[in-house]
């Protein structure tokens, strides 16, 4: 489900750049058209050189925030199938143990797999302060007392000393498992520092205003393409943004947890 908190935050970044940007071409403009009452032409030949310096380096970083949004994106994606071969593969070893031990502790995986499903389908949510997702405490607990549950069970059931062999697949099976939980957890608080968006943001609006200077040199004003400058830029930091939320945003990796719900189907 969309965070409707998120998707206002991101339509309100994306929107105080468009009009921000047309602001500042605007601005520029006129300060170029003051340039040229006072230079003749041929002054604004040397300025090209910072413009497209300046334009450069925007598309540098935007290259790069895109690219990186992606790449974890794509990982996300990745950590969600290990943890559910993790899953599996930690259920399915439970049945080296007795019948009654083994249908305890595989009843407590299930349980504990869809608490992990729930977790990211049902109880992450956009923290402003934050500036991230945050899942709420009561299912984080859930979770927590589940994976103490099931550890504590199969280190007693792997106590008597003809169980030792067999112990040695399934303890590091469930260790497997709550490893990947983990990576998968960390993956989704990788984001790159805030500074970036800034950086982003500002070089944007610094571009609209050399843009706005480059300007003065025509006489009329051309609105379409200011417009469609100031749009392109703030689609694509609405864009970025979205892509490193994707729990949250219009473009998520949601389609994935088929997996995890399949492996929690195929549980007896």
């Not at 105080?16 to 003749?40: K, P, Q, W, Y």
């Not at 389908?121 to 994976?147: H, I, M, N, Y």
Request: glycine share 8%; with cysteine.
């Amino acid at each position: 489900m969309i965070e409707l908190a998120f998707l206002l935050f991101s339509s309100a970044v994306a929107i105080a750049f468009f009009v921000g940007s047309l602001l500042l071409m605007n601005v520029g403009r006129r300060l170029g058209a003051r340039h040229l009452a006072r230079e003749d032409t041929a002054g604004m030949t040397g300025l090209t050189a910072v413009e497209g310096a300046v334009f450069a380096l925007m598309g540098l970083v935007l290259a790069f925030a895109i690219s990186g949004a992606l790449q974890r994106f794509d990982e996300r994606r990745q950590l969600i199938l290990q943890e559910a071969n993790a899953v599996s593969d930690a259920y399915n070893r439970l049945d080296l143990l007795e019948s009654e031990a083994a249908l305890s502790l595989k009843l407590t995986v299930k349980n504990y797999l869809r608490a992990r499903i729930e977790l990211f389908q049902k109880d992450v949510v956009f923290s402003l302060r934050e500036g991230a997702e945050v899942a709420s405490g009561k299912a984080l607990a859930r979770v927590s007392k589940l994976r103490a549950e099931l550890w504590d069970g199969a280190v007693t059931a792997c106590a008597p000393a003809d169980k030792k062999q067999m112990c040695t697949l399934i303890l590091p099976s469930l260790n497997n498992m709550f490893g990947a939980a983990r990576m998968r957890d960390g993956a989704n608080e990788r984001h790159p520092p805030q500074i970036i968006y800034v950086m982003l943001f500002g070089l944007g609006l610094g571009g609209s205003l050399l843009a706005g200077f480059g300007m003065a040199e025509t006489k009329t004003r051309s609105l379409i393409h200011m417009v469609i400058f100031a749009a392109s830029f703030a689609f694509a930091l609405f864009v970025v943004t979205d892509i490193e939320f994707p729990r949250l945003g219009l473009i998520r990796v949601d389609y994935f947890d088929h997996i995890m719900v399949s492996v929690y189907e195929h549980m007896r």
